[in-house]
């Protein structure tokens, strides 16, 4: 069993920065991709940022700001944003898809933290 436990969010200010970290434990094997999603309150869950092997991308309204990173050494995922504004607010929830011997490929997901940007 494979645990995705989400560190990082709170109240910040409009322009300022936070930290997302994302830690994975359990049996892995490999972290194929981790991304970030996010969901404010009466929306959908959107896709934030992922990163691959290939690299990372970003949904338009946070590139340029934020910044997608991953240590797979210690199965870890981080989210740096900056320059916050309000419409950041949402949970945000870090995901990852990670292979195992015996059942392959699963996808996980973390309980979410909030972050909160006063205007």
């Known amino acids: 069993q494979v645990q995705l436990v989400e560190s990082g969010g709170g109240l910040v200010q409009a322009g300022e920065s936070l930290r997302l970290s994302c830690k994975a434990s359990?049996?892995?094997?490999?972290?194929?991709?981790g991304a970030w999603y996010r969901q404010a309150p009466g929306n959908g869950r959107e896709l934030v940022a992922r990163?691959?092997?290939?690299?990372?991308n970003y949904t338009d309204s946070v590139r340029g700001r934020f910044t997608i990173s991953r240590d797979n050494g210690n199965y870890m995922l981080y989210l740096q944003m900056n320059n916050l504004k309000h419409e950041d607010t949402a949970v945000y929830y870090c995901?990852?898809?990670?292979?195992?011997?015996?059942?392959?490929?699963?996808?996980?997901w973390g309980q979410g933290t909030q972050v909160t940007v006063s205007a």
């Open positions: 990163v691959t092997d290939l690299g990372t």
């Open positions: 995901t990852a898809n990670i292979y195992h011997f015996s059942t392959g490929s699963v996808d996980y």
């Open positions: 359990g049996k892995i094997y490999r972290i194929n991709t």
